[in-house]
Every structure is written in structure tokens, then in C-alpha cells.
């Protein structure tokens, strides 16, 4: 009996190998929503250094230049230390130009080093971060790993078959589905963490907290519909929806991006709505347009293969011929 038990270890954990074996194998780790999701995320951190000025990103403190951190290992590297006594405007300059080179989508496996760098150097290294340059840090390092195998010029191509792998290949094949896996899960939790975040806090659970965020002094409502938005978030059913909509709304996409097909593309879809209203409430275009290419990345499979599919039942039927899913 005993000599039974010893002998069914591996046969019970060969189902499960065999499930991942495969699942890495059949990974497609040439996405153009991928590819979407990376410029998307570069051109709101280029938006950045082309919009505000380096006194604004370095803030003076008591009439002298604000000092930039540089402690080893991680802040050392960021291109603000490294060429510390550089003007930072022209090292804007440079970041700017370097973002709008992956924002192009030329040569994925190699641009994603560039834009980790260029991430660390914004968010390590600037006086007024926000939590968009913290989650552009950790999604552009998945990214470095989810592009190991993408072989295309640019990222807009179309995937190609994988055909026969090599080791380097078999390695570079499991390291994109490590680093997709990545960007999945992180982009998950940070949605879910803020959906949780915010129960215990009186205003969100009370379902108050958008009537006081329009009107908060330095970061309300804002343009031209900032009236409206006060007037509306002033109604009882409307402040309600709002506030727990948007607890509702960040739970949907933690779930949804951790599950297949179909659902991962309503996780983009609920996190593009969620962001162009906050964008149109209250601003911080760059944070919300960050968080939307995140889950784009983290959601790029799902939008590969499923995508097309959904976007069939709203276009005529003479269209159905263009939107076909990738090639495996």
C-alpha cells in the first residue's frame, strides 16, 4: 500500500505540469493589444515631461533645487542621478524622446528595457509622483519579460505562428508567459486593494465620498462640466451610484482579469469607462490613461482572441471579414 502511495506522487502532479507545459507552449507572446496597451502607458508618462516643466516635476524647497535621491541600487540607476549635474530640463528631453520611441512599438524585446528605465527615472526621481508612475514601475518590469519572445519589428504587426522552438526559445516562450502572468496579477491587486481600501473609510462606505471629492478645493471638479458634477454628485441616488459604482467597478476588473476570454475584455472595457469619467470629473489624465494600458497589458490575451468575436455583434455584417483573431 505504501509502495503505491510513494509511486502516485508524480503521476498526481504530472496532470497539473502537463496543463502548464502547454499553456506555455500554445502562449502567444506576440500581441498587438499588448503592444497597444505598452504606447498607451508611454505616451501618458511623455505627456508628463512634455507638459510640465522641470521646476514643477523637482519642487524648490526653501529657494534651492530640490535634491534628487539616488541610494543604491535602484534610485542610482535612474538617468536623473546618473547624469546628475545635467540640466533635468534637457534630461526631460531625453526621458520624452525615449518614451515616444516604445510609444512607436519598434522592437519590443528591446524597447521594454528602455521604458523600465525611463519608468524608474520618473518615478524614483521626481519630486511629486503620483500612484500611476508607482504602478508604470512594476508593469513595465512584467513587460521586459512578457516581450522575451516577441521577434516582430514592430508591435502593430500581426503575430506570427511560433513554428519549432529552440531552448533559447522555449526559455524566451516561458519567460513572456511569467511576465503576462505578472502584469495580470499586479494590475488585479491594485484594484482589488483599492476596492478594499476604501470600505472601511466612512465617505465610501456611507456611499458619500464623490459628492466631497467635487467639491474638495485643490482636487475637485474641474472644466467645463465642473458645475454640472457638483449639481449632479448633490443628488442622494447619484452621489450613491457613483461611490459604490466605482467600489463596484474596481472589484469587477480585479476579478475579471484574473479569469479567461471574454472577461478579460470587459475588464478593459469597465476600466477605460471608469478612467474617461474621472478624467472628465477631476483631471489626472496621465494617472488614468497609465491604469487603462495597464489592464489593456494585463488583459491582451483575452482581447487577442475574444475581441473580435465581441466586436462582430456591433459592426455591420460586410465588416465581419476584417476583425479576425490572431493566427496560433
Known amino acids: 500500500m505504501s509502495a503505491k502511495r510513494i509511486g502516485a506522487g508524480p503521476v498526481l502532479l504530472s496532470g497539473p505540469v502537463r496543463r502548464l507545459e502547454r499553456s506555455v507552449r500554445h502562449f502567444q507572446a506576440e500581441s498587438r493589444a499588448l503592444g497597444t496597451g505598452r504606447t498607451i502607458i508611454a505616451l501618458a508618462q511623455a505627456s508628463i515631461l512634455l507638459l510640465t516643466p522641470a521646476s514643477y516635476l523637482f519642487v524648490p524647497v526653501g529657494g534651492a533645487e530640490t535634491e534628487v535621491s539616488c541610494t543604491p541600487p535602484v534610485q542610482s540607476i535612474s538617468l536623473y542621478c546618473l547624469a546628475e549635474s545635467t540640466d533635468r530640463q534637457l534630461l526631460n528631453v531625453v526621458l520624452l524622446l525615449l518614451l515616444l520611441i516604445v510609444a512607436s512599438g519598434i522592437l519590443p524585446r528591446f524597447t521594454t528595457v528602455l521604458h523600465f528605465w525611463a519608468s524608474l527615472s520618473i518615478g524614483q526621481s521626481i519630486s511629486l509622483p503620483d500612484g500611476g508612475d508607482a504602478v508604470a514601475q512594476v508593469v513595465t518590469f512584467f513587460l521586459i519579460l512578457a516581450c522575451a519572445n516577441d521577434r516582430r519589428t514592430w508591435h502593430w504587426q500581426r503575430p506570427r505562428d511560433a513554428g519549432p522552438m529552440g531552448s533559447a526559445g522555449q526559455i524566451r516562450q516561458g519567460l513572456a508567459w511569467a511576465g503576462w502572468w505578472g502584469v495580470r496579477l499586479q494590475v488585479a491587486y491594485v484594484y482589488l486593494n483599492s476596492a478594499l481600501a476604501k470600505l472601511p473609510v466612512g ?66 472595457l469597465i476600466s477605460a469607462s471608469l478612467h474617461v469619467l474621472i478624467i472628465i470629473q477631476i483631471g489626472i489624465v496621465s494617472f488614468g490613461l497609465i491604469m487603462v494600458g495597464a489592464v489593456i497589458c494585463a488583459a491582451s490575451r483575452g482581447i487577442d482572441t475574444q475581441g473580435p468575436s465581441l466586436l462582430r455583434r456591433f459592426l455591420p455584417s460586410e465588416d465581419h471579414h476584417r476583425l479576425r483573431p490572431p493566427r496560433h
Open 203 to 268: 465617505p465610501w462606505s456611507e456611499g458619500s465620498a464623490t459628492y466631497y471629492v467635487a467639491r474638495m478645493e485643490n482636487f475637485g471638479a474641474a472644466g467645463l462640466l465642473a458645475e454640472l458634477f457638483r449639481w449632479a454628485t448633490g443628488i442622494m441616488v447619484v452621489a450613491l451610484l457613483s461611490t459604490w459604482g466605482t467600489i463596484l467597478a474596481e472589484t469587477l476588473i480585479a476579478v475579471f482579469l484574473v479569469q479567461r476570454g471574454s472577461r478579460q475584455v470587459w475588464a478593459a
